[in-house]
């Protein structure tokens, strides 16, 4: 099954209306591969009736792309496997470190952009593939501090490690939209300026703006006009068929409320067909 | 600094249970936006470890039990990459470190078993069975027994199964109890029995896989100074039938009789 039109973000909170009552626009389910590895019970036979249904795509949260530990191979090793019998035809994970000394922070922590740090986590990468087997994207993060001084752009760093690790860019379009509000830079010139030919799928979510001081990327507030707008931006820049992912991940809305979501990125996503 | 001495320095002012903002200065950016990662991070731990104690919180309150997430954070930090074990090592830390802690935030004695039994609940409903299922045949005595593998043997000194959600425990009377929690094949809830002494002694060697049932029950009457008589007999057939019916006994092993 080929991954294209708009997917959704796989979350317990919403298993039951997926299942149950999925909207036709629904054409593919994204998991994070840490909340289902490792793990008995509802979660496997839940994420079996998805696989039944959808094509899978992998996530992870907690590579730590950019972390000074060496990257677990017990980690890799479960994760391929894992991935493996999901049949994700790519992994992504994020441009930021989780884990340091040991120490899992579960959460994404920006790294600075410089060369040694973009070289650093393309090497990651590159081990990360060879182990996995699979193709690899990186994700942009929303960033809310910047580590000393920059060396260059977000885009450029995105840039230097898809090159270095032969490897393909998650696009982000609302962490695009957080950052630019948040570092005053225009989120389309940063944009276009992304590596696009090398984008592999995108993600859009909601963020909360209510603190004039920084606005936060939560996946808790309905897509705001703006990222809907950016979206069609980055489309229009790319030019082809590429998968959408809407991130829900807390203050659930109605079901229908998020169908009329998924509806609506439904008809700013290009839909080409297989030859 | 270093971008690696950086990552150290970011991960010591999210975790320590006091960071003034000048402390963030060092890392390049205004304090503000770096004390916003350590809202969002410890507000993350708080919210995994919230859900895995949920009466331990209610009975100890949210402001004292907050305060134990942080001395965890602080000292023995999260290591596990997957966030559902995190209530687990918190459990770890309450163990290792409950004399003092106990002491410093006058804590029941009855706390920690609540804690252990509220994270045998989550482990279990969790619980991965790795590996190959083994070949199961119908329970025969002479074979050895096999347990399903989502399941937890407890041994507590507090009832404290027995209180609800928002209950308080402070009349809770000390009264050592075994409990096997499992998780039901069909509806994936998980669900609490009670032990007496032998069927406890029963749940342990049956584990342990090493014995054939009918030697399982000698040893655990033995222990129990118990004869193994008609009474004990038809007690011990009406547990077996009802464990094989809840699914928390499988069957007995098709290839290792009398192992």
Redesign the interface.
């Known amino acids: 099954m080929a991954v294209r039109g708009v997917g959704l973000g796989l979350r317990w909170a919403l298993i039951d209306d997926i299942l149950q009552r999925p909207p036709p626009e629904l054409a593919w389910i994204e998991i994070a591969p840490e909340n289902f590895m490792r793990r008995g019970g509802r979660f496997p036979a839940a994420l079996a009736a998805c696989a039944a249904r959808w094509p899978i795509v992998t996530h992870g949260l907690t590579m730590s792309l950019g972390g000074g530990d060496p990257l677990s191979p017990e980690y890799l090793r479960t994760l391929a496997e894992f991935a493996h019998d999901v049949g994700t035809p790519w992994h992504s994970d994020h441009l930021c470190f989780g884990i340091v000394d040991g120490v899992a922070m579960h959460d994404l922590l920006p790294l600075p952009f410089t060369e040694e740090a973009a070289d650093h986590v393309a090497a990651r990468v590159r081990q990360a593939q060879d182990v996995l087997g699979l193709p690899m994207a990186v994700e942009n993060i929303s960033y809310y501090a910047h580590p000393g001084q920059a060396e260059m752009d977000e885009s450029d760093f995105a840039a230097r490690v898809v090159e270095k690790a032969g490897c393909s860019l998650l696009l982000d379009v609302n962490n695009v939209y957080v950052n630019s509000k948040n570092h005053g830079f225009d989120a389309r010139a940063m944009i276009a300026k992304m590596p696009l030919d090398r984008v592999v799928q995108i993600h859009v979510a909601g963020h909360d703006d209510s603190d004039p001081e920084l606005v936060v990327d939560t996946h808790a507030e309905p897509l705001k006009n703006e990222v809907y707008d950016l979206l069609a931006f980055a489309l229009s820049k790319i030019g082809r068929d590429v998968p959408v992912l809407l991130e829900r991940d807390d203050n659930f809305p109605d079901w229908a409320d998020l169908c009329a979501e998924l509806a609506r990125l439904d008809t700013i996503v290009p839909h080409e067909h297989a030859p | 600094?270093s971008?690696?001495g950086?990552?150290?320095s970011?991960?010591d002012l999210?975790?320590a249970e006091d960071a003034p903002a000048a402390d963030f200065a060092n890392?390049?950016?205004?304090p503000?936006?770096?004390k916003?990662?350590r809202r969002?991070?410890r507000s993350?731990?708080y919210e995994?470890i919230d859900h895995g104690f949920e009466r331990l919180k209610n009975i100890v309150g949210s402001e004292r039990f907050h305060l134990l997430v942080d001395r965890f954070l602080a000292i023995e930090?999260?290591?596990?990459?997957?966030?559902?074990d995190?209530p687990g090592e918190f459990l770890q830390f309450l163990e290792r470190h409950w004399e003092p802690i106990s002491r410093e935030h006058g804590l029941a004695a009855y706390v920690l078993d609540l804690a252990r039994y509220e994270w045998a609940e989550l482990e279990t409903?969790?619980?991965?069975?790795?590996g190959p299922t083994p070949d199961v045949v119908p329970l025969e005595m002479h074979r050895v027994a096999v347990l399903a593998?989502?399941h937890r043997l407890l041994d507590l000194e507090y009832p404290v199964h027995r209180l609800g959600t928002d209950q308080e425990g402070g009349a809770l009377g000390r009264e050592p109890i075994s409990l096997c929690l499992y998780?039901d094949s069909k509806t994936?809830d998980v669900e609490t029995l009670e032990l007496t002494p032998v069927a406890a002694r029963l749940f342990v060697l049956i584990e342990q896989q090493t014995t054939a049932l009918d030697q399982v029950v000698r040893s655990a009457a033995d222990a129990a100074r118990l004869p193994v008589d008609l009474a004990f007999i038809e007690a011990l057939s009406v547990l077996l039938a009802d464990l094989l019916e809840r699914g928390v006994l499988l069957g007995s092993l098709a290839d290792r009789p009398n192992a």
């Open positions: 600094m971008w690696i950086y990552q150290k970011l991960c999210i975790l890392l390049g950016h205004e503000s936006r770096w916003a990662y969002m991070v993350r731990f995994t930090r999260p290591r596990s990459i997957y966030l559902r995190i409903a969790y619980a991965y069975e790795e593998p989502a998780r994936h």
